[in-house]
């Protein structure tokens, strides 16, 4: 059976063979037939190649093994190549949008899109689909959420490109090329706004960050399960990759000795990670109960969830 690494590796290089065809196709197709909408289209489709590329060198970067610089790994490579990619496609929004703005600001005089734009576009929507299928198949199978992100990606592909459809089909029935020009700017200014949502999002991860809190509601369930284990606070929970490392202080009885504490410790984190999914780690410090410590700031307790009644 072939390693994780090596089946995302594979998948990335799938991607990036099926977006380099449909963005050539489009490409070409669009500046033969005249539609901007077209090439706008495969401009959206030539920056899923970066995405695809970045896909796969963060596959084979994060599978090296921790050393004494990076004693975390280097799975969040993925997340820094990530917020790197955004700014490209935001770039490539952009640059599309002043070229479809300063058309329509011009007026400049082009004829309606040919026929064959129409059927690129169709053959593209099923290609985005397959590519859409597989990606989140193989992504949810090696539990890569850099896969399955692009597979929803290729799906909002689909979407665009059934805009572009439209917009063409307008534009032919209607005899009013104005409606391509207007069609491309849309696009530009979605591709725009999904290269400010990836990078904002990717902030929330290199913050160690949580993207939701119902996760620390599922810890401190957990953690009541354990007879012996109180007040667990100073809980942080931070993602690296698709996975969590949770650390928190719990009290127990002082009169405990150290293997009966070190016992209980181990209790609350077999019981995480029972109940929680895609928790890698957990570190339990154990303090006596009634401890206070003036300087503990980071972290959250039970009575920091909104509702807990605990």
């Not at 002082?254 to 070190?262: D, F, N, Q, S």
Request: aromatic share 8%; glycine share 6%; no cysteine.
């Amino acid at each position: 059976m072939a390693k994780p690494g090596k089946n995302i590796i594979f998948a990335s290089w799938v991607s990036i063979m099926g977006n380099a065809m449909l963005a050539l196709l489009k490409l070409v197709v669009g500046f033969i037939s005249g539609s901007y909408a077209v090439i706008a289209d495969g401009i959206d489709s030539s920056a899923d190649i970066l995405s695809s590329f970045v896909t796969l060198i963060a596959a084979r970067v994060v599978h090296r093994p921790p050393n004494i610089k990076f004693a975390y790994g280097y799975v969040k490579a993925d997340t820094v190549a990530t917020k790197v990619l955004s700014m490209f496609i935001f770039l490539a929004g952009a640059q599309l949008a002043i070229s479809a703005i300063e058309r329509l600001i011009k007026n400049e005089i082009s004829g309606i899109p040919e026929m064959m734009a129409i059927y690129v576009t169709v053959f593209s929507m099923a290609g985005k689909i397959l590519l859409s299928l597989y990606l989140k198949r193989t992504g949810k199978l090696q539990k890569s959420n850099m896969l399955v992100t692009m597979g929803i990606h290729m799906r909002n592909d689909m979407l665009i490109s059934l805009t572009v459809l439209v917009g063409l089909i307008s534009t032919i029935a209607f005899n009013v090329a104005v409606i391509d020009k207007i069609i491309a700017l849309l696009i530009s200014l979605f591709i725009m706004y999904e290269a400010i949502r990836i990078f904002m999002k990717s902030n929330t991860e290199l913050m160690d960050g949580i993207q939701d809190p119902i996760l620390y509601e599922k810890l401190f369930e957990s953690i009541r399960k354990v007879n012996g284990a109180h007040n667990p606070h100073r809980t942080r929970a931070r993602k690296i990759g698709s996975r969590y490392m949770v650390n928190l202080d719990i009290e127990v009885d002082p009169e405990l000795t150290v293997r009966e504490a070190h016992d209980i410790a181990k209790a609350v984190e077999n019981m995480i990670k029972n109940d929680v999914e895609n928790v890698y780690d957990v570190m339990v410090h154990v303090e006596p109960t009634g401890n206070l410590e003036s300087d503990e700031k980071f972290g959250i307790s039970e009575k920091d969830i909104p509702g807990s009644l605990h």
